[in-house]
């Protein structure tokens, strides 16, 4: 791709992101992070390294541990495709134009998200993302190329970009919260016995 029309690209894709980053706000308020090959871009881009790369995602991938996705029929102007109850949808843009780039948001309902936070916009931990594409690259049905090109960037970029993490954020499903509630009680109550057992037997 050209200098020139890189540049386009890459305004177009931010004015994109920044678009999507409000309806997902007005959605999920902070329960959702973005992922994928969008996420590596945007990274690279933020850090001035997008123009050693020639990564153009068509798509974005975003994270979120709220089961509103099971409901929701539509984001802005973003129209839902699937109309079964799932964890994970594809949703289209409804108005294509050659104005935007990105035209479609694919969203993944998961126990628990982990994100950082850069210029309002929510990235998955890179070293999360890394660890998924190396699983990925498990599956033979994938593109192992573009995945084994996407681990090479994002070892590289780790490796040489310190990141703050001390922004990062955790927030889990309601149903994860109670699984780790139900774990810690009975991690507590096998303690309790175990103390009991001591002061008894010892």
């Known amino acids: ?20 980053k409000i309806l997902l706000n007005k959605q999920y308020l902070d329960n959702w992070a973005l992922t994928g090959s969008a996420a590596i871009v945007f990274l690279l881009y933020k850090y001035n390294l ?25 984001l802005g102007k973003f129209n839902k495709v699937q109309n079964t109850l799932e964890k994970s949808a594809t949703f289209l843009r409804s108005n294509i134009s050659i104005d935007n780039v990105i035209n479609q948001i694919d969203i993944t309902i998961t126990p628990t998200i982990k994100y950082i936070t850069i210029d309002d916009i929510n990235i998955i931990n890179p070293k999360l993302i890394l ?14 190329i573009k995945d084994q090109t996407k681990i090479n960037i994002l070892k590289r970029f780790i490796n040489n970009i310190k990141l703050d993490y001390t922004n990062e954020k955790t927030i889990k499903s309601k149903k994860q919260n109670l699984r780790d509630n139900i774990e810690i009680n009975n991690n507590t109550s096998q303690q309790l016995i175990d103390n009991i057992s001591r002061k008894l037997f010892y």
């Open 1 to 20: 791709m050209e200098d020139g029309i890189k540049q386009e690209w890459i305004n177009k894709f931010i004015k994109d992101i920044n678009e999507i």
């Open 50 to 74: 997008l123009k050693y790369y020639n990564l153009i995602p068509s798509d974005i991938d975003i994270l979120t541990s709220s089961n509103d996705l099971l409901i929701l029929k539509n």
């Open 131 to 144: 660890k998924d594409y190396e699983d990925y690259i498990k599956d033979p049905h994938r593109d192992i």
